[in-house]
């Protein structure tokens, strides 16, 4: 009688390694939303983590674009809605990068000093319009999806009648699903076959944008 015993390594065989899964921010403005940004932790880790933070404090809810200027960006993220405030927390030392300005790129406002970055942001309008500003101004984001809502901000330092960032929140991408596992089979070969090998399955400007 011939007698085959398949060994199938489940779980306890598996390694799943599970990609981490990816922030991002939401903003309802009052020309609409979501304005949905992809974080960029890997080129600007500090900047992300206070932007977070702040974000998850409400600080940006109700805040105006008090600086928009046609054809280069809209800034916000300041409290004295003037170009002159910030938050409690401290500056952020800078972390300039060779990430693109481009249209919807999210630069972090300043003053002269590189290091003097709080809470204010800038979001690019078009490529050639902010592209100058590579590796001069830190990127802490990306716009993905909702960009006619800041193409749609009202014009002006600062506009008659400013917008406002009505709630911003974090939020995470739900994480991929992990590849099925290879799954090791052991098999046992009758004794006719005793002398045969079995073969095993295996089966990524604060005042402060000028």
């Not at 002159?84 to 406002?109: H, N, Q």
């Not at 309008?125 to 716009?143: I, R």
């Amino acid at each position: 009688m011939r007698v085959f015993l398949v060994l199938i390594m489940g779980v306890a065989m598996m390694t799943v390694t599970q990609a981490a899964a990816a922030e991002r921010i939401e903003m309802q403005l009052s020309t609409g939303g979501p304005v949905v940004i992809e974080l960029k932790p890997d080129f600007a880790p500090l900047h992300v983590a206070q932007i977070k933070t702040l974000t998850e404090r409400g600080f940006y809810d109700g805040l105006k674009f008090h600086r928009v200027i046609e054809g280069f960006m809209a800034q916000t993220g300041d409290p004295l809605g003037t170009g002159a405030g910030g938050s409690d927390m401290g500056d952020i030392a800078a972390e300039f990068s060779d990430y693109p300005y481009r249209r919807g790129t999210v630069g972090a406002a300043r003053t002269a000093d590189p290091d003097s970055a709080n809470s204010q942001f800038f979001i690019c309008f078009t490529d050639a319009g902010c592209g100058f500003l590579t590796g001069q101004y830190t990127v802490w984001g990306q716009v993905v999806e909702g960009m006619e809502h800041v193409d749609a901000v009202a014009r002006g330092e600062p506009p008659a009648e400013p917008s406002t960032i009505v709630s911003m929140r974090v939020v995470q991408d739900a994480p991929p699903e992990p590849a099925a596992a290879a799954v090791p089979v052991t098999e046992v070969p009758p004794p006719a076959a005793a002398n045969e090998k079995a073969k095993d399955a295996v089966a990524p400007t604060d005042e402060k944008a000028e």
